[in-house]
């Protein structure tokens, strides 16, 4: 698609990831824009709606236009905070937020795209943070690439949630395995053609290699796709609408109180391509 032809306002916020916005809801709900949306956001990895404001009805009606929202524990609008009076037992796992991570990368087929609408702020912490993993993929060195292109990773539940629970009870480990590991191919050759890093704190090890050696890969390639120039941050205000792709991106929260009430809605796009 020829970018010069859309009609939306757009701002870049940094040169590598990061692209806002400007429209109105009723635009934005009319879906007249969703083939551009949709290539802003594998081109640009995270899209930003300041203020957009859409209550939860509004935002699966947004999402509908974008892809196919997936149910999660049976809802379409899931609350993300860390306030077990907010969100029960998920909130045990979010933890894990704090970390970079690709959302539901232990599945066969991960989300496409997650869209977040913040309804409740933190007084601290909470800012989250996008790393594009097609970037950090294309500036590689050449050495580097070569030396990566055809390995395989291991995927685990279970590594996400050591992470910040070093000491797990045998009934917790217990449950954390019964996510079956996943692997995936290191380096994610979309339908595309172009290439992208799958990195992120479910990556346990490196197949073929000793755990220490294939430990200090995977510490060394998030380290490098996580530099800054890679990065994006926001700031969030209440009624900001971010859409991430989860494909070509990984993200993490700033620490916040978990008694904070920060509260996030999140709609989840189903994945349409699996890593290859
Ligand atoms: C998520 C997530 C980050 C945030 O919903 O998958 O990682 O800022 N959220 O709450
Ligand atoms: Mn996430």
Not at 84 to 95: T, W
Not at 112 to 136: C, E, I, M, V
Request: hydrophobic share 35%.
């Amino acid at each position: 698609m020829n970018v010069a032809m859309l009609k939306l306002k757009t701002i870049d916020l940094t040169p590598r990831i990061g692209t806002e916005i400007q429209s109105d809801v009723d635009t934005l709900l009319s879906g007249k824009y969703a083939a551009e949306i949709r290539e802003l956001l594998e081109q640009r990895g995270v899209l930003i709606f300041r203020e957009l404001g859409l209550t939860e009805e509004q935002q699966k009606v947004f999402s509908n236009t974008l892809g196919k929202p997936m149910q999660q524990n049976g809802k379409v609008v899931l609350n993300i905070s860390l306030d077990k009076g907010l969100n029960g037992a998920l909130a045990a796992y979010l933890e894990g937020s704090f970390y970079w991570h690709i959302d539901l990368s232990t599945a066969d087929v991960p989300s496409r795209a997650s869209l977040l609408t913040a309804r409740k702020l933190s007084q601290t912490g909470g800012d989250t943070l996008f790393a594009n993993t097609y970037a950090a993929w294309d500036d590689l060195p050449e050495s580097k690439k070569k030396e990566i292109e055809n390995l395989r990773v291991v995927h685990t539940f279970e590594n996400s949630q050591r992470v910040f629970k070093p000491n797990p009870t045998y009934a917790e480990l217990l449950e954390w395995q019964e996510k079956k590991p996943k692997t995936h191919p290191l380096v994610w050759t979309h339908q595309s053609g172009r290439k992208s890093l799958v990195l992120g704190m479910t990556a346990s090890h490196v197949e073929g290699m000793s755990l220490e050696e294939g430990r200090l890969l995977l510490c060394w390639l998030n380290e490098w796709a996580s530099q800054p120039q890679f990065v994006y941050t926001h700031k969030w205000k209440v009624g900001d609408l971010l859409i991430w792709d989860n494909t070509g991106c990984m993200h993490r929260v700033e620490p916040y109180p978990f008694d904070s009430g920060r509260l996030m809605t999140r709609t989840t796009l189903e994945g349409e391509e699996r890593v290859a």
